[in-house]
């Protein structure tokens, strides 16, 4: 479990992530290959998982440092903007021989539902190296979070260093990519959704029942609590001590699916690092994510800290 850091002068958010600019093309179906499909709505907007989560716990009140690289370019003045707008730390470095990450993003009409595909641009190049001269900014925080957009081997040493410094630790396993299962002993938590969940435990999530299976799994190879995203079911947040659902909100009708994991893991550093339970830190992430799926847009979708609470008192 978790070290408790409260008397150590750590606080706020450290993430380590990718930012993309998101080109969202809405339409009823994706092109087959060699196909073009006539879609009925697009938006240029910010996104990168990294990003969203900064975004998504600045607006629930926490105090975010966002460690990243970017180019130097039109979609970099999109990010700093972004940043500024949101309250965000930059601790950034932007390379002039690259460029700032984009996504595709498709959106299903009727459903909401997406696909995507990301080029992380200059964030494809954050090491390990990189990590290590910028760890001040971690180990200063008490939540550390990271995802798998940006480099495994950068990952991991950011993770290291926030273990070493008892930096509560969180690996969103998005997206699903191969990782040493030594990766997962330096995490007091990882968030993974039911696909994500399969892909690193061999077991199908079709079920609560199914997804304890699999947390089970994901304790054996070390990690403190797996916090399981269940989509309108909720999350489970399971470890050795408990196995507790923590349902869904439903803040309104669900217009895009897209920030919701990412709006679930900045509201739950946010309450983690505020000192709430992990147990009411999920219900924060998901009254957080309730309300991003009734927006378009991903970052655009995160709400306030006021929305949020309003949400809970109801």
């Known amino acids: ?21 998101d080109a969202t093309y809405h339409a009823a179906r994706q092109p087959n290959i060699g196909e073009t499909v006539l879609g009925n709505d697009f938006a240029l907007g910010p996104g990168g998982k990294g990003s969203n989560q900064s975004v998504a716990a600045a607006r629930a009140g926490a105090d975010v440092t966002f460690i990243t690289r970017l ?43 997406n696909a995507i595909i990301v080029c992380p641009g200059a964030a494809a190049t954050l090491s390990a190296d990189y990590v290590e001269s910028v760890k001040d900014s971690i180990i200063q925080s008490r939540v550390f979070i990271t995802q798998l957009e940006q480099p495994i081997d950068a990952a991991r040493q950011a993770l290291s260093i926030a273990r ?17 299962d030594d990766i997962f002993a330096l995490c007091d938590y990882v968030t ?10 061999g077991i199908a999530v079709h079920s609560v029942e199914d997804a304890a299976k699999a947390a089970d799994v994901l304790l054996e190879k070390g990690v403190g609590t797996a916090l399981i995203t269940l989509g309108e079911r909720g999350a489970l947040l399971h470890n050795r001590d408990q ?22 893991n900045g509201g739950f550093a946010t309450a983690l690092a505020e000192g709430m339970s992990p147990t009411d830190a999920v219900r924060f992430g998901c009254a957080t994510a309730g309300l991003a799926v009734t927006r378009p847009g991903a970052a655009a979708s995160m709400p306030t800290r006021a929305e949020i609470d309003a949400l809970m008192a109801q």
């Open 243 to 264: 196995s507790v659902l923590i349902p869904a909100f439903h803040a309104g009708a669900v217009k895009e699916t897209t920030g919701a994991g990412d709006a679930l």
């Open 1 to 21: 479990m978790p070290t408790d850091n409260s008397t150590t002068g750590q606080s706020g958010v450290s993430i380590l992530g990718v930012f993309v600019a």
């Open 164 to 180: 070493e410094h008892n930096v509560i630790t969180i690996l969103n396993t998005a997206p699903a990519e191969a990782i040493p």
């Open 192 to 201: 993974p959704n039911e696909t994500e969940t399969e892909t690193y435990t």
């Open 71 to 113: 180019g130097d370019d039109a979609f970099a003045r999109m990010a700093f903007d972004l940043w500024k707008s949101a309250g965000i730390t930059p601790r950034v470095e932007q390379l002039q021989d690259s460029y700032t990450g984009s996504a595709f993003i498709y959106i299903q009409e009727g459903t909401g539902d």
